[in-house]
């Protein structure tokens, strides 16, 4: 994945200033930064839900909304969606497979094997009969996670997914992005959580609003780009929503064509 | 017992009722989950200018009230997707515009040969051999686009954005989602009328909501209470002597009520469910 002086504008406002980054098979890349600095615009951008004002971006040698369907799977925050939908959490896995069906194609055997197999990998088996009502943060995360390997994806965007998580689950999550990342897919996720970058991420990119710095987590601690950052979540961590209108899930009106 | 079926219009009603019902109340279930029901309400309101049109011109009144219904759902689509002015604002202003041109026009003509009460609160026994054709037509329509559509618009009622960055083309969903919507209020609006419409695609796809927890059970559900509630309320208001449109929509409100004490039941037996 290639992304060269990407510009995504809202309205008036710029969220991102030409940013340049590459991402390779089989490597993980945090993205890490302030609020507001740019970190869930860059993810929708590669999933093709933003389109970049200017500047240049490739998914698998194609522009996202180019691609057959079900190669970029998004997992956004769980606050995007109304978790009183009338639905269980095999149904909600289950629509990983929607995008990879032809109208006139049924939901085969593959299809539920594959969505089993995703249960599995998050160890939400035992749930899959449940309402998606009667889930805790950490398990509407996971049924999330699970819902975007049901989609057998090429490359993987995660919006934060560690944010209101039980430790288990963050364990479980890290485990599984270290497993994909092994099998050679390349995984992007935004993260507000600074410990042990180390270990969850081959890669880190600060930033904000522009690229600060980009490496291994060890170059860019030397750096320093991350301290400055890393001061600037602990005074603000805890403000996120109110620092972060454009990133706020408030789907449709930021979806453009 | 039977007596109301003996009568040619009121066979007629009946079919047509039941094809209002179910209707209705299928597109009623992405209403309620998409949280749709002023943009029902304001198609519905808006269409009226198209029929007084279609009469002043000598259409079919399902002509003009179609094509404003499907131009005031794209307009209203792409009001909401642009986000630039807020979509209550945008209906509001519509739909009582729209409404206004159609009483403007109306008042104008000498005699007031359009029945103005029959399109505010429908005339089901008015409905016409041809009417029929094209309530059933249409309904087959919709019916099927559900059909075709289903998965997708599943999924993007449920979350557009991850649905559309899989690569479902969610604006085209909610497109033809809002086409499907404009005409099924087109097909139901002589059934129950303008004002009473908004109610049949809410509340019995309300009431399922209630009692089921997956989506393909809820649309079902909804179906059947739609059904229920204008057969059941056409076959009263012929004995109770009342405007058919408001025995359809107060059956189906105390169906609702019934739901929501059904599901209080339910809840009180077995807790942990």
Known sequence: MVARDLVVRYEDFTALVGATLTVHYGEALGIVGPNGSGKSTLLKTIAGLLAPSSGELRVLGARPRQLPPGTIAYVPQVEAVDWSFPATVWDVVAMGRFARLRFWQRFGLRDREVVRDALAIVNMSALANRHIAHLSGGQQQRAFVARALAQEPQLLLLDEPTTGVDAATEESLREIVRQLVGRGMPVLMATHDLDRVDEWFDRLLVLDRNVLALGTPREVVESGAYSAIREHTHTHGHLRHDHEPHEAHAAHPEIRR | ?273
């Open chain 2, 1 to 273: 017992m039977v007596e109301p079926f003996h009568y040619a219009f009121m066979q007629r009603a009946f079919v047509a009722a039941l094809a209002v019902g179910i209707l209705c109340s299928t597109m009623g279930t992405y209403v309620i989950l998409r949280k749709l029901s002023f943009i029902g309400d304001g198609i519905a309101h808006a269409s009226f200018a198209g029929i007084v049109i279609a009469y002043l011109r000598g259409a079919n009144f399902y002509i003009g009230a179609g094509i404003v219904a499907v131009l005031t759902a794209i307009g209203i689509g792409f009001v909401h997707r642009r986000g630039q002015i807020s979509l209550d604002t945008t209906i509001g202003v519509l739909f009582t515009g729209m409404f206004a041109l159609g009483v403007f026009l109306m008042s104008q003509q000498r005699s007031y040969a359009i029945d103005l009460q029959s399109f505010l609160f429908g005339d089901i026994l008015a409905v016409q051999p041809q009417d029929l054709w094209l309530i059933l037509g249409l309904s087959i329509i919709v019916g099927l686009a559900v059909v075709v559509l289903f998965r997708g618009l599943l999924y993007t009622t449920f979350d557009p954005i991850v649905a559309q960055a899989s690569g479902i083309a969610a604006p085209a969903y909610e497109y033809m989602l809002l086409v499907m919507l404009a005409l099924t209020i087109v097909v139901s609006l002589q059934a129950v009328g303008i004002v009473l419409v908004a109610a049949l695609l809410v509340t019995p796809a309300a009431a399922a909501y209630q009692l089921t927890s997956r989506f393909p059970p809820m649309m079902a559900l909804a179906a059947l209470f739609g059904a229920a509630s204008t057969v059941g309320g056409l076959y009263l208001s012929y004995y109770v002597r009342a405007s058919s449109g408001a025995t359809i929509v107060l059956l189906a409100t105390l169906l609702f009520f019934a739901s929501i004490a059904l599901k209080r039941l339910r809840r009180a037996i077995a807790p942990a469910a």
